[in-house]
């Protein structure tokens, strides 16, 4: 290789690494730019495990964005175009199985990741190992697998402590403590969740402390403990981020009602219903439907609520049906309807 090609390829190795820690600290402009360098230096470069890696860099990139049909094209590309070495497999099976978790293609994630663990070893950068156990344990985790999440949140704790990764081991204390708080271990979720906030995650454009607040406010709404749910519900809500934004307000909703604060929760309310129905979203057009329901004008409470419960049976959320029914539940139980608030007592068992 002559001496003008060696530095173009150390050049381009460079780039790739910092692109990669780009992705992976979630830092999406950043990342972008990286790119557009690394487009300008490709035609060059001769070394195929190089450009396999930039390619499936690429598709990790285009996951990462939301971009998921465009990042499985790359990676059926990559398999396509060039003779994968083992450490280009694990990056491989690895992003395949990123995909497919976006795709909600849970178990066939798991498959990808365990392939790709096979491939972690000495040959694998050692600051890879936090990032691929979180994201298994991840997996795990919205499989309702806790024990499993647990013990590889744990792994990807210990390595990112190891390597000083403030972001990763903020990430992994919020995905503990949602872990202990699906087990209903809330002292320990809230040391978590608390421990999470102070590790600096500011590199990150994602803006995980709003991600700790949201779930700090679902913590304190199971133990009834509304004010302080309040308080970080509206810390998450300053974020403004398009999804949780309407997660928080609705619990900021209900607490207000619960608390008979009635003026407030009737303008959060307000904002919230008409939020939903501008994005046409079903669920939270439900979920503040039976809240009205409920706290405001009961006339039809029983048909809304029963309803609403059929419709998060129909597209299977779980989690809101036993909410949703444990209420009822509780609803029949004070009318003295037993035999009803049995059969939801029931439902909110399954």
């Not at 598709?59 to 790359?74: P, S, V």
């Not at 607490?255 to 046409?280: M, P």
């Not at 809240?291 to 006339?299: A, N, S």
């Amino acid at each position: 290789m002559h001496q003008t090609d060696l530095k173009q390829t150390e050049t381009f190795t460079v780039l790739l690494d910092d692109l990669y820690e780009n992705i992976k600290s979630e830092q999406i402009k950043a990342a972008e730019h990286v790119r557009f360098k690394i487009a300008e230096k490709e035609m060059v470069i001769r070394d195929e495990k190089l450009l396999a890696r930039s390619m499936l860099y690429d598709a990790r990139l285009e996951t990462l964005k939301g971009n998921l049909e465009k990042g499985e094209q790359l990676l059926e590309g990559v398999a396509d175009a060039f003779a994968l070495t083992s450490e280009n497999l694990y990056y491989y099976h690895f992003f395949k199985g990123l995909l497919l978790y976006r795709q909600t293609n849970l178990q066939e994630a798991i498959i990808e990741y365990e392939r790709a663990e096979s491939f972690l070893s000495g040959q694998i950068d050692h600051r890879e190992v936090s990032d691929f156990y979180y994201k298994l344990a991840n997996t795990y985790y919205h499989m309702n697998m806790t024990a499993f999440s647990v013990l590889n949140a744990d792994k990807a704790i210990e390595a990112a402590l190891r390597y000083k990764q403030d972001l990763q081991v903020a990430k992994c204390r919020l995905l503990q403590g949602l872990n202990y708080m699906e087990s209903a271990n809330f002292r320990k979720a809230e040391e978590l969740f608390q421990a999470s906030l102070e590790h600096d995650a500011s590199q990150s454009e994602l803006k995980l402390p709003l991600y700790v607040h949201h779930n700090l406010g679902v913590l304190y709404f199971k133990q009834n403990q509304l004010e302080k749910a309040i308080f970080h519900m509206e810390q998450s809500m300053d974020y403004k981020h398009p999804n949780y934004y309407i997660k928080s307000l609705y619990y900021v909703t209900e607490c207000s009602f619960r608390l008979g604060l009635k003026e407030r929760a009737i303008q959060y309310f307000a904002e919230g219903f008409t939020l939903s129905k501008e994005r046409d979203d079903d669920a939270y057009k439900w979920m503040f439907a039976m809240l009205h329901k409920q706290y405001v004008d009961q006339d039809s409470l029983e048909g809304v609520w029963r309803e609403g419960i059929e419709y998060f049976q129909s597209i299977q959320d779980n989690h809101k049906v036993r909410h949703f029914a444990e209420q009822f539940a509780k609803y029949y139980t004070d009318h003295r309807d037993f035999e009803k608030a049995s059969r939801y007592y029931l439902l909110a068992l399954k």
